[in-house]
Nanobody
Framework: QVQLVESGGGLVQAGGSLSLSCAASQRTFSTHGMGWFRQAPGREREFVAAISPFGRNTYNADSVKDRFSISRDYNNKAYLEIHSLRREDTAVYYC????????????????????WGQGTQVSVSS
């Protein structure tokens, strides 16, 4: 069972930047595809970005393509860099992991991820 812990959330002014981290409990995490999702109050959970096993490919949602960047190291951490924050970025951000992918594919479907972290709150003030 992969356990995931997010960190790095907080209160940021609009226009600022933030870096979120996701630490996995297993060294084999590098063989898993990894995704970041977010959920704002009263809204559905939304895909943000994904990265394939070993970081070969990345994929961003169109709504955040130029401002969000996903990456991972070769141990057990993944990251989400967020720039030019907007009030509508306010949400709980979750990382998720799944196996069963080749090294070049990732997934934007929340239902395909069996492992989830508890989330970290990002709040953007004007």
């Amino acid at each position: 069972q992969v356990q995931l812990v997010e960190s790095g959330g907080g209160l940021v002014q609009a226009g600022g930047s933030l870096s979120l981290s996701c630490a996995a409990s297993q060294r084999t995490f590098s063989t898993h595809g990894m995704g970041w999702f977010r959920q704002a109050p009263g809204r559905e959970r939304e895909f943000v970005a994904a990265i394939s096993p070993f970081g070969r490919n990345t994929y961003n949602a169109d709504s955040v393509k130029d401002r969000f960047s996903i990456s991972r190291d070769y141990n057990n951490k993944a990251y989400l860099e967020i720039h030019s924050l907007r009030r509508e970025d306010t949400a709980v951000y979750y990382c998720a992991a799944r196996g069963g992918l080749d090294n070049y594919h990732s997934s934007s479907a929340a239902g395909e991820y069996p492992h989830w972290g508890q989330g970290t709150q990002v709040s953007v003030s004007s």
